[in-house]
Every structure is written in C-alpha cells, then in structure tokens.
C-alpha cells in the first residue's frame, strides 16, 4: 500500500491507501479500524494511474479526476458508513486542472483548461450542486501554455469565502470573488523573487491570507493583496531541507509554520511561530531583517520540535 493514512470519521476510524495493479491502473483502498487496529471491513475504488485523489477538509468527500477521456475520468464520492459514488451532477470530465476545498469541506472549486472555475457545494445525501461557472481569460491562456507544452504549473486555492486564488507557475496570483466571479486583484512578476505558490491559508476571519511557498510565507490583505509583511524567508543551517510542509493559523491571529528537512526518516523539523505585534512594537519590529512598520507586523520565535510529535 502506498501512502497509507489514517482519518477518522464520525467517531471511526480508517485507513486509506492506494495500491498499483498496472502500468495504467491503481486503486485507491479504504478499511474500517476496530480496537487494536484490527481491520473490519474494506472497500476499494478503482482509478488510472494518472488521475489524482483529493480528499475533503473533515474526509467527508473524495473527488478523483483525470485527464483521460472517459465517462468515470471525473468522479465525486461521499462517506457514509461505506464509500458512496455520486451522480446526477454536471461533470467537467477530463477538462480539470486542479481542485481546492473551502477550508470548511462544504465546497469545491474546479479549474478548467477551458479557462473556468465552477464550483460546486457538497450536500448530505451525495447531492452535489453546481453552484456557478467563473470564466478567466488569464486562466485559459495558462492551460493553452500547459496543452502546448510551454506552460508551468497551475493551481486554484479556495482560502476562504472572500477569495478564490488562482496560481501559476510563472509567478503569478490572480484573486477572484467565489461569488460573483469578478476579479479582486492580481500581482506578478514573483517567479523574479522566486516567491512561488504552493499554497494559501486564511486567518480565523478571512481577512488575512498566509501565502507560502516551499521557503517562504507572506501576510496579505484577502480582499485587495496587500502587504501586510516583509517576506518571511526559510532555511535551516547545515542542510538543504525540504521546505515549508504546513502553515496553519492559530487561535489569536498567531502562525505556526512547519518545515521539515531533506530526510523524511530522521523525524526532525522545525516548528516556527509567529504573533501579530502590539502598536509599540511594529514600528521598530524586523521580521527576518524586513522592517514592518505597519502594525499588522509579525515575529518570530522558533522552537525546534520533531515532526512525529506535531502529527
């Protein structure tokens, strides 16, 4: 079984897993858990070896899409005791790009390579509604660069409510309203920097986007991208590391940043903190040799912790 985790839901719990049965296929398996680890029941859901799995904030949902041309390369499915195929929804297919949840698991945006967004929310019952189409033209341009070979990686981030993301390799943002579709702000030009996208988290209100990177995390206004700190840039003395794994906000508009180092074995890791400082503080704060006059600037205190224990 190849990257086995276990999740839990509805107070049981489970262990997923894919496992290759050919060149082309692989099937993605799920077992029930019992005291002792004891496995109860199973269910297994095939898949190509080129579709990707994505699996819903709280585990209630997993989508599976593909970029080949046929009638399951785009399937959504729901647990409930058992794993349970939905149907009777609009299917984009094999068009898909990339996928994001809302943080909270209720809805998911679907990137295109026709250059739109749809979103769709998730109800009980496997009832999957399509609740708008969002058409780019930045977007479409990105997946004819990628269909033509000359294109780099494009993501879509669902940080929140207030803002859709849209990332590409090349080292651009384009930041949508999920519910009008029209466009909030946009920046650039961020490949020269090599301040590259992996990934997006919101504030406990939505109002502060985290933007990070494999070594980097940047503050931003979620409605008009602004600064709202000097880049926070990673590396850990005498190894190369792996970057940045998680970020993930706290109570009190505080960060905890999770890099992990080139081993993945030696169990070791750094846990980061940042916390929002005080009026007297922000005028002479420096994160990472950047001033940040403003008061929506951050410090940092390190804490050097091993990753099994942050798990």
């Not at 509805?10 to 894919?18: A, F």
């Not at 005028?283 to 798990?311: D, I, K, M, Q, W």
């Amino acid at each position: 079984m190849v990257n086995p985790q276990f999740f839990e839901l509805d107070g049981i719990r489970y262990l997923s897993g894919d496992v290759v049965t050919g060149n082309q296929s692989a099937s993605l398996h799920f077992c029930r858990v019992l005291a002792r680890n004891t496995v109860d029941t199973c269910w297994q859901v095939n898949r190509t070896a080129a579709s990707r799995t994505f699996f819903s904030p709280g585990f209630r949902n997993l989508l599976i899409a593909g970029p080949e041309v046929y009638a399951d390369s785009f399937r959504v499915f729901e647990f409930i005791d058992q794993i349970r195929a939905c149907s009777g929804f609009e299917n984009p297919g094999e068009r898909v790009i990339d996928i994001a949840f809302h943080p909270a698991g209720k809805r998911v945006a679907v990137a295109l390579r026709q250059g739109e967004v749809w979103i769709y929310s998730l109800e009980p019952g496997c009832r999957i509604v399509l609740q708008r189409k969002i058409f780019n033209a930045n977007l479409a341009q990105w997946a004819a660069g990628a269909r033509n070979n000359t294109g780099q990686l494009i993501a879509v981030h669902f940080p929140t409510a207030r803002v859709l993301l849209l990332t590409h390799g090349a080292g651009e943002i384009i930041a949508m309203d999920p519910e009008t579709g029209l466009p909030k702000w946009s920046q650039s030009g961020r490949h020269a920097a090599n301040r590259l996208v992996s990934a997006a988290t919101a504030s406990n209100d939505g109002a502060t986007l985290a933007v990070w990177g494999s070594r980097h995390i940047e503050l931003m206004h979620a409605d008009t991208g602004t600064m709202l700190s000097g880049v926070m840039e990673f590396s850990e003395p005498g190894k190369m590391g792996r970057g940045l794994a998680r970020v993930k906000w706290l109570s009190g508009d505080a960060l905890e940043a999770e890099w992990e180092t080139s081993s993945a074995s030696d169990g070791t890791g750094q846990r980061i903190f940042y916390r929002r400082l005080g009026p007297d503080e922000a005028a002479t704060a420096f994160v990472h040799g950047v001033s940040t006059e403003s008061l929506t600037g951050y410090s940092n205190a390190a804490e050097h912790t091993p990753l099994a224990e942050l798990r």
